[in-house]
């Protein structure tokens, strides 16, 4: 159906909804949403999970990308592959509900979305594809497509007439034109596929290249799949068109860091025009993500890799020297034209590391200080500085030191100015240009050097970091493993640019409560900020606290009382309990890898693992990917036989960020404890610190907000629809503390009665029972459909507030004007 949203507004907007229903809430959220669109600027939105927030967001905001043809394109930012792809479904869904409704493709505007991911995802090329670490691809892919072994082949100057200069095709808009190229023929002369492998290249790109701006890749939306079996039809690389229609597809989706992480933004997203909305999803971790995009730390064995790949530029400038000695005297000349002029910085060049910071343009436009200019001076320059860390590196004691000392010192002992050290990152990058290095993974120790020189010498970040030098990893005290950390603590120095640069920037999630807390952390006004709550058609969740075991022994994870064995027993009897009594999928969640390593050994000690195993297999999650992937996939086939399994995993891991445990694969999911950062971090001390200056956030209260809402991701895994229905155990006594309760999503809240809270374990099962003795009948579909809004209620609720003359437009769509009436 389609309907019109806010029709009493100046601005009415006509919604392609692509269901015959709607949920209160989706109508609320995108409502919100609309207003955010019209008043441009930073939106927070929390929609309760399993709500349908990303079909809200798309049909929302492609409707008024329709309704306004000045906005730009949507940029859809999450966190994981199969979130990618359950986004590319839904907007699918709501495209092709749309040229529906409109009549057919010919009478639909043209259309195309797309999804980015990495060369790893995407890759076509046998022999590339076939290895499966990330790294390595990427060394192959470069290996094969870099400009110099390109010349060699002759391959460059045969594709020169088809493409723009850069390898990379224009970008071209007449849909027409791109959909005769599919039908037009492939260029003849680079010979056909096996000639092109052999000289070294890659056949997938050379064609790619040939066929320029023309590449055939016509309206529609693709996934990852879907670009593959498309690059293997065409025999063109899938990854680099992708790139190309970035800069005019109506909908790109990609991960957070090809936005927030300047050192691929600036590659990447580029050419994304600033009328652009910006939506990042699952964002209720965006300040970590931010922390980490600008963050650089050393140890002593990655200090040693810089060193080694310092002796290895200087015998490679040696023999450049020796056999073409002229290139480097062309870099020298470009240098002083300033870093516009070397290409370092240029969006297509896709064989060099881009600068971690955003450069300012006169920075852009200066000459590069005379004293590295010289690729010699330049090397010397690092080789100092490595020294220098080394030496900083002894220490007995922790060190905290702000930027601004830092280089007082260096200028002090080494004579080195911050202006030259800013251009560390992008003077490395020219000269890995001019030696043609194409395995830059090699040379990472190295870089991570040149990106910290850089981001301790930018002026604007003399405040909001801070380096921090310690003997050992405190965790471990015993092992000298001296590590020296250049950590950001404002969040809102990585997310600032996006915010300035783009017209709107929607903030959005399933656990951002308490949502007062985002503004403050990222230093923005935002035009829209609510948290939704949930609609019923029976009460799907039962969250409960278990404050007692058994015996009356109250059970916490307190840093105090985790070795306390009671405390270990009254955990392992809850879990042996709810085993008996829930069926098929129970999923637990630690503090952390140690304490739940701690815990499951003395699990294994006392029998208890062999009481859990009578009744359901056990699996646990690991840091390695491969076992955590294997072992999810035997669980849900131990859920799907009827066996049930109960799966260890730990809070802030892979597991609880983005795996779904909808109907019987979660039934039930335990929080053993409150997942709270290890609080004697230097880091996290320091960040504090900052907070309470800068921000007035109070160190109890982000600490109590960054640890419920990782307990509220972990618990939103088991919902995933209101048809869904599953157990919620928290399993620590200070979750009875009203004020850890308050900071949890109201659509939990909501469900979690006086009556169960400070529970002991035969009350908990007692609850369990009864709850799923009733949930688990059939619903009545009279009930599923009781609060959903049909284009019957629409119409009605329109004339109840006064619009009924105005119900329907000359469209016949329906007039809604507010959801909370219902």
């Known amino acids: 159906m389609k309907f019109v949203l806010d029709a009493g507004s100046a601005s009415p907007l006509t919604v392609f909804w692509p269901y015959p ?7 609320d959220y995108m409502l919100e949403l609309k207003h955010a669109l019209d008043a441009k600027g930073g939106c927070l939105l929390e929609m309760p999970t399993g709500t349908g927030k990303t079909v809200s967001l798309l049909a929302l905001i492609t409707s008024y990308q329709y309704a306004h043809q000045e906005t730009g394109k949507l940029v859809y930012c999450t966190r994981t592959v199969p979130e990618m792809r359950k986004t590319m479904e839904e907007l699918k869904r709501v495209i092709d ?22 060369r790893r995802n995407m890759c076509v090329h046998p022999t590339v594809m076939a290895e499966s670490d990330r790294e390595q691809v990427d060394s192959l892919c470069r290996k094969k497509i870099a400009p110099w072994v390109r010349e060699k082949t002759g391959a460059r100057k045969r594709n020169a007439g088809n493409s723009n200069g850069n390898d990379e095709p224009a970008a071209e808009e007449n849909d027409a034109a791109m959909d005769a190229a599919q039908e037009a023929p492939v260029p003849t002369e680079l010979g056909d596929i096996e000639d ?55 909908v790109v989706v990609y991960n957070y860091q090809y936005m927030l992480d300047p050192k691929v933004s600036t590659m990447v997203s580029k050419e994304i025009t600033r009328d652009s909305i910006v939506v990042f999803d699952e964002a209720h971790n965006i300040d ?31 023999r450049v020297k020796e056999t073409d000695a002229q290139r480097l005297r062309d870099e020298y000349d470009r240098l002083v034209q300033g870093l516009s002029e070397t290409g370092v910085l240029d969006a297509n060049n896709n064989d060099v590391v881009a600068n971690p910071i955003h450069l300012p343009e006169d920075i852009l436009n200066e ?81 991570q050097v040149a990106d910290f020189l850089t ?77 939704l709550t949930m609609s019923i058609i029976r009460p799907g969740i039962c969250p409960m606290v278990v404050t007692r075991g058994s015996d009356q022994t109250p059970i916490t994870s307190a840093f105090s009382s985790r070795t306390d064995k009671s405390v270990i027993i009254n955990f392992g009897a809850l879990l042996i309990e709810v085993s008996k009594t829930v069926p098929d999928g129970i999923v637990c969640f630690f503090t952390s890898y140690e ?48 066996r049930g399994a109960v799966f260890l995993s730990v809070a802030r891991g892979k597991v609880s960020e983005g795996i779904d445990f909808d109907r019987h694969y979660g039934r039930c999911v335990i929080l053993f404890g409150i997942p709270f950062q290890y609080t004697k971090s230097h880091i996290l001390l320091a960040r504090l610190e900052y907070l309470r200056v800068k921000f007035q956030i109070r160190e109890d209260e982000f600490l109590a907000f960054d640890a419920l809402r990782q307990a509220s ?70 009930q599923r459909t009781s609060n959903m809004l049909t284009e019957a209620d629409l119409t009605t609720m329109a004339r109840d507030l006064g619009h009924g003359a105005d119900s329907a437009d000359a469209d016949g769509d329906v007039v809604m004007e507010s959801a909370a009436t219902s």
């Open 196 to 250: 092109i492998e052999k000289q070294g290249l890659c056949s997938y790109y050379e064609r790619y290249v040939a066929q320029g701006s023309d590449v055939p890749l016509s309206n529609g939306i693709y996934t990852i799949e879907e670009m593959q079996e498309l690059g293997k039809k065409n025999n063109w690389c899938p990854y680099f068109v992708t790139r190309h229609v970035l800069s005019f597809a109506n």
């Open 21 to 27: 229903t709607l949920y209160p809430e989706q109508y």
């Open 288 to 318: 970590n993500v931010c922390i980490e995009a600008l963050s650089v730390f050393f140890n002593r064995r990655s200090l040693e890799a810089a060193s080694s790949n310092i002796r290895e530029l200087d015998s490679m400038i040696s």
């Open 713 to 782: 991701q972990c618990i939103g895994r088991v919902i995933r629809s209101k048809a869904d229905y599953g157990l919620m155990i928290f399993a620590d006594k200070r979750y009875n503390n009203a004020n850890k309760r308050s900071k949890l999503p109201g659509w939990v809240t909501q469900f979690l009665r006086e009556s169960n809270l400070n529970l002991s374990t035969e009350e908990a099962v007692a609850v369990c029972r009864t709850f799923l003795r009733e949930l688990a009948q059939p619903i009545d579909p009279s």
């Open 455 to 531: 981001l301790v010498a930018t002026p604007k970040y003399k405040d909001g970091f801070m380096l921090v030098i310690e003997p050992y990893d405190q965790r471990t005290p015993q092992f000298i493993d001296p590590i020296i950390q250049f950590t950001c603590l404002d969040a809102s120095l990585a997310i600032k640019p996006v915010l300035e640069r783009f017209a709107t920037v929607v903030i959005t999630s399933g656990t951002l409560s308490p949502i007062d807390l985002y503004p403050k952390l990222l230093d923005f006004k935002p035009v829209v900020s609510r948290s």
């Open 595 to 642: 304490y739940m390593e701690n815990v499951v050994s003395a699990w294994a000690e006392l029998q208890i693992l062999n009481r859990i195993l009578d009744h359901k297999l056990l699996f646990i999650e690991t840091k390695d990917i491969v076992e955590t992937t294997l072992a999810l996939d035997n669980f849900r086939r131990a859920c799907d036989c009827g």
């Open 97 to 118: 509900h749309r040229t529906e409704l409109l009549g057919g493709e010919a009478n639909a505007p043209p259309f195309l979305g797309v999804c980015l991911s990495s």
């Open 367 to 447: 000459a590069v200080p005379g004293n590295i200019r010289k690729a010699e001076h330049f090397v010397k320059l690092l080789d100092v500085v490595v020294k220098h860390l080394k030496t900083r590196m002894k220490v007995q004691r922790v060190v905290k030191e702000t930027p601004v000392a830092f280089l007082h010192e260096v200028q002090d002992r080494l004579q080195l100015d911050a202006k030259t050290l800013q251009f560390s990152y992008s003077r490395l990058s020219s000269l890995m240009r001019t030696l043609k290095v194409v395995d830059l993974e090699r040379f990472v120790p190295i870089s």
